[in-house]
């Protein structure tokens, strides 16, 4: 059973091919289909 919902889960995983992100992820950042956002104007200042 297990085995089944990895599998079907992995058809949908992505290889992180841009480990430079890594960090601004941990840091935070968010991405919306592949695009670094802003911050809103209320938080950067």
């Known amino acids: 059973m ?4 990895v599998e079907s889960a992995q058809a ?11 960090a601004l992820v941990r840091a ?3 991405f919306e289909r592949g695009e670094l956002l802003e911050r809103p104007e ?4």
């Open 2 to 5: 297990v085995f089944k919902l």
């Open 12 to 22: 949908q995983w992505r290889a992180v091919d841009a480990p430079h992100l890594v």
């Open 42 to 45: 209320t938080l950067a200042a």
């Open 28 to 30: 935070g950042a968010r």
